[in-house]
């Protein structure tokens, strides 16, 4: 259906929430931002630090407000036990490293993958889309609509686009989410050079993110979409 697509900095969150309200678009645009924050925490941030970090980054709200979108987009913080030992690099931030740098055009098919997850909202609540695009050609090779995020159903969609593709890419791009962060997204990527997007930074990843803002943007608001089932 979108066959190319591609934004600059400066055109990405322009493109993303043309044709909304001011409201609808800042509430987009927060959802998001919150939505990387919390799979940056690994699940473990809830709505007090989540809105102390929005704070910081010059976004006024309060967090009865992140909240209410936590509570809309169906994620909360994750209950740890006290003196639990857990085996999370406290370094892992900075051991991913941004090796794309926004290089976007590869000169050959299947060099550097882009991979993605975002939230499509229906009647029934949220289910999560996770694209994998081809940088060379701009063209999505594979897709998974679930109702969670856990990372089984990133496991399973790159089986499949391994599996049906020529080669493996040199670089698979990603944000720094928990599910491409985790030791069985590592294992299955074994052999491919990871890159990850610096924190809070979609443009990193622009064409993915782009072609995500535009599927919400052009098809999906023209629907009102009721369950899981039908968007599939």
Not at 114 to 139: A, N, Q
Not at 159 to 178: C, F, L, M, Q, Y
Not at 190 to 217: D, L, Q, V
Request: hydrophobic fraction near 30%; aromatic fraction near 10%.
């Amino acid at each position: 259906m979108l066959k190319r697509i591609g934004l600059s900095k400066s055109g990405y969150y322009r493109h993303k929430s043309k044709g909304l309200s001011k409201s609808k678009e800042r509430q987009l645009k927060i959802k998001d931002l919150i939505m990387e924050i919390w799979e940056e925490s690994q699940h473990l941030y809830g709505a007090p630090k989540i809105t102390a970090k929005l704070r910081k980054m010059g976004i006024q709200i309060s967090e009865r407000t992140v909240g209410k979108y936590m509570k809309e987009l169906k994620i909360r913080a994750k209950y740890c036990k006290p003196f639990t030992v857990t085996t999370r690099d406290s370094n892992l931030n900075n051991k991913l490293k941004n090796i794309l740098d926004e290089q976007f055009n590869p000169e050959a098919p299947d060099t550097i993958w882009c991979i993605d997850t975002t939230y499509i909202p229906t009647k029934e609540g949220f289910v999560y889309l996770t694209s994998i695009m081809d940088l060379f050609s701009r063209r999505i090779i594979s897709w998974d609509l679930s109702t969670t995020l856990e990372t089984t159903n990133i496991i399973s969609l790159i089986n499949k686009v391994k599996a049906t593709r020529k080669s493996n890419p040199k670089i698979i791009h990603s944000d720094r989410g928990s599910q491409f962060t985790s030791k069985e997204y590592c294992e299955i990527t074994a052999g491919i050079t990871r890159s990850y997007s610096k924190k809070a930074y979609p443009w990193n990843n622009a064409c993915i993110e782009s072609f995500h803002a535009i599927i919400k943007r052009e098809c999906l608001n023209e629907y009102n979409i009721s369950s899981y089932n039908e968007d599939r």
